[in-house]
């Protein structure tokens, strides 16, 4: 692989075996080196084909080498944490924010007002306290400190990391809609849910499973639903029954979705169990 030239300490442009120019990310990994040089391939931690992302290459070019390697450092540490692998886009979203991020502590500028809920902490626990390490490992690499609402959108950048075609909106109006789920339930059963509880966190994750699917127009895929067993749940289940179909005028009402029977019969079912078993235990 071929030295060609270099945008900065930790972008190149490089050719490969196949005679193909490419852009690789790696800390140094042009420094010293002239054209036609032969690069260090244990330095490389990214790679883009120019011919096929040229929107990321002209990105790449914006971004300082201190963020592009703290971005990285930040996807080591998080990585095995989340049990995930970033893909291009997810890795340069998260350059692109880091690097805003820094830019807005600069300048004393806080998204507090529209992007702290609290919600955001227990909806997603797991990805909010690794965006806190994050924070965490910048803060201390930059001697910066960041805006208390960087751990919200952190998170929800982590979050998006976990989920397939993922975007930073998407995953904001998703957890809007969850809380306002989640509002229903509690008002409908005039109980506080224990964010701690595993059956809550069941509930959020199949919440979260059904937006997604409703997002992307997919449906539950499988054999139709036995109208009997709809019926079923309506006498059994009635006050979940009853709840779910409140959350399903609200899906129509916010997003013009449409619930079919067996989503309905499923929504039931997890209400069900995470208000009874909580009822139970109290």
Known sequence: ???????????????????????????????????????????????????KDQESIMQLKDISTKTLELTTKVIKLV???????????????????????????????DMNATNTRWEVRNLFPEEYTVAIDAITVIEKATAQKLPASESILMTYHFVNATSDDAKLQETIQITQLITEIIKIVSYEYQLELDQQSFNYSRFVSHLRTLLVRLLKDKHQEGEKLDPALLQLMQVKYTRAYETAKRIAILLNAKMGWQLEADELVYLTLHIFRVTSRQANTN
């Open 79 to 109: 990585e095995p944490k989340l049990n995930i692998k970033f893909n291009d886009f997810q890795y340069l979203a998260l350059a692109d924010h880091i690097d805003f991020a820094l830019t807005r502590s600069e300048d004393k500028v």
């Open 1 to 51: 692989m071929r030295f060609l030239k270099s945008y900065n300490n930790s972008v190149a442009l490089v050719e490969n075996e196949q005679g193909k120019e490419e852009i690789v990310i790696g800390k140094g990994i042009g420094f010293g080196l002239k054209k036609g040089d032969q690069i260090d391939q244990t330095k490389i931690e990214r790679r883009f084909i120019t011919a």
